[in-house]
DNA sequence: TTGAAATATCGCAATCGCGAATAGCAGTGA
DNA sequence: TCACTGCTATTCGCGATTGCGATATTTCAA
């Protein structure tokens, strides 16, 4: 069957060969072989009459006819996605759906980890995939290969719909049995050898840290670790200091033998928010998850009031 | 290939389905055979889980989620005919591309007749399909079945673009060498037997007729036509009298024996217009058509000034 | 009961994608 | 300079899917 002469499948080959401008990488993106693409491209370009993708060298570049079918080729297979394929009533006991969420183990521990127990008794047939923040969220979430981003408000643009989820504070944890288990001045904090969190490839800074830098205060870094996670084990047994939300440092204190302090310098308070494609916004599921996500927070810190320092 | 599990071919597939709400006839429409739509269906209703199209006796009936389906499957396939295989840019001299127009046999004589040649002079690759003006024609329309239709500026509803052509006055002819080769009174006009033409199946009467009707103004009507074309030929040899559109007459008295009159009873002049769908507002093929058709215009009454009557 | 108008099913041919292998091209670096 | 790497394009048999014509089945009306 076609539409116009045309295969409406080629168009999903389209859109991974002009963004990845690399057949071998858009096959194994699709999960296609790399003839299978190689073919896909050739019938796209026998049914536009045109190159698309010009070999140059090693690379290829688009033509002007693919610059110009870019945009509308997204468009159309972000509306399929958004108003067809995706169903606009979620029905939890019986919905089969898998969530693809960008989340730092941060509000993975103390918020998402609830969630995801609660959507999969309420809802079987849900499961999760979880992404690590990077760099290239925003354009994964603007491609539509994931549903949500979840991060720092701040960091998210407005161009998406969003929704805080809590917010939280600084503090600075230690061992329990070390030399700062105890209420810290500012000297004591600056003077300390520090744990601190440094993501991806690129280490790039948790929000803490580009706070300081944006300071211009400095601190002694002992151990950059990759995630918030790693950070606790870093500090028990030691004498240094790390700086992490106030939730987190709860959430670890639980099981393990570290204090948590007020900081003894001054850290604005976060609001962690969660922002999902504007095409979106009719999506059932998308806005079950987010009251699931605002139950669990009230369930934990709903009632308490005003979280505060020790 | 397939988008998210979806084979995006199908999509034309429910389209024509959810349209006609019957297998045998989509196939058809869709040139494929009963079977392969029945298939197609089948395939519709694993990806959606949905029964769709319920068998009902001996029709079928949409199921809800057919009915939420039917508008963004619709817009779905507009919008990838508009900004995908259309292409934007037309070059006269090359472009393989067939035009669907309703309009009547009046507009063609007096213009469109002129507007095909010098198209196709300009363009070889175009051809034209004409269809002549029913009660469907605007839904055919919002389907992107046609790409145009001309007729009466104010039979056209001002949700797409439309363009003025021409305007044209109402004159009546006679048989140059019957009894009514003169000026006529509004006694004559009424008492004479009438040609008038009327549409289709269901008899459409033009708007000659219409606006009389509404005046509630009768005549004697001695013959009712097909087509405007067929009412000189039925006036030539008798006495009767056709009230047409100044042009169309004057076209038809190059070649025939008949007399052009003002009429004696006072008729509205006509704006004969083009509308096209909204999604093809961007489409060059379009607008190189009107601007044809204007180009036409102008060089067959332009710099004449106004029409004057004889 | 039979006929007309539908949808669904069945066996066969064509197409598409696979893995595997291959050729060709353009840079890279020893 | 010459092997090497990473990429695109092409080919070959094979299996799965899709479409076709023929046929079975269902429903309603004469």
Not at 55 to 82: C, H, S
Not at 239 to 254: K, V
Not at 276 to 287: E, L, P, Q, Y
């Amino acid at each position: 069957m076609r539409f116009e002469k045309l295969d409406l499948n080629l168009l999903v080959a389209l859109d991974a060969l002009i963004e990845d401008r690399n057949v071998s990488a858009a096959s194994k993106r699709l999960h296609l072989s790399q003839p299978a693409l190689s073919g896909a491209l050739n019938r796209l370009r026998d049914f536009f009459g045109d190159e698309l993708l010009a070999q140059n060298g090693r690379t290829m570049v688009l033509t002007p006819k693919a610059e110009e079918l870019r945009g509308p080729v997204r468009e159309a297979l972000m509306f399929i996605r958004a108003r067809i394929t995706t169903p606009a009533a979620f029905e939890p006991a019986t919905a089969e759906r898998k969530f693809r969420i960008h989340v730092s183990d941060y509000a993975y521990d103390v918020l998402i980890a609830d969630v995801t127990r609660k959507a999969m008794t309420l809802a079987p047939g849900v499961s999760f995939e979880l992404f690590t923040p990077d760099r290239r969220m925003m354009e994964r979430l603007e491609r539509g290969e994931v549903d949500m981003i979840m991060t720092i408000d701040s960091y998210l643009p407005d161009t998406h719909p969003k929704q805080a989820l809590y917010t939280d504070e600084h503090s600075v944890i230690s061992w329990s049995e070390g030399r700062y288990a105890h209420a810290l001045s500012a000297e004591e904090y600056l003077a300390a050898g520090h744990v601190i969190a440094a993501f991806g490839p690129d280490r790039l800074p948790a929000f803490t840290e580009a706070h300081l830098d944006h300071q211009g205060i400095s601190r002694r870094v002992d151990i950059s670790v990759q995630s918030f996670t790693s950070i606790p084990r870093s500090i028990v047994g030691t004498d240094r200091l790390a700086t992490m939300y106030r939730r987190h440092a709860e959430y670890f204190a639980q099981f393990m033998p570290i204090t948590i302090q007020r900081p003894p310098l001054s850290f604005p308070d976060i609001v962690e928010s969660a922002q999902w494609h504007t095409s979106r916004a009719g999506d059932g599921a998308i806005r079950w998850l987010l009251d699931l996500c605002l139950e669990a927070e009230r369930e934990m810190h709903g009632g308490q009031g005003e979280r505060k320092c020790l």
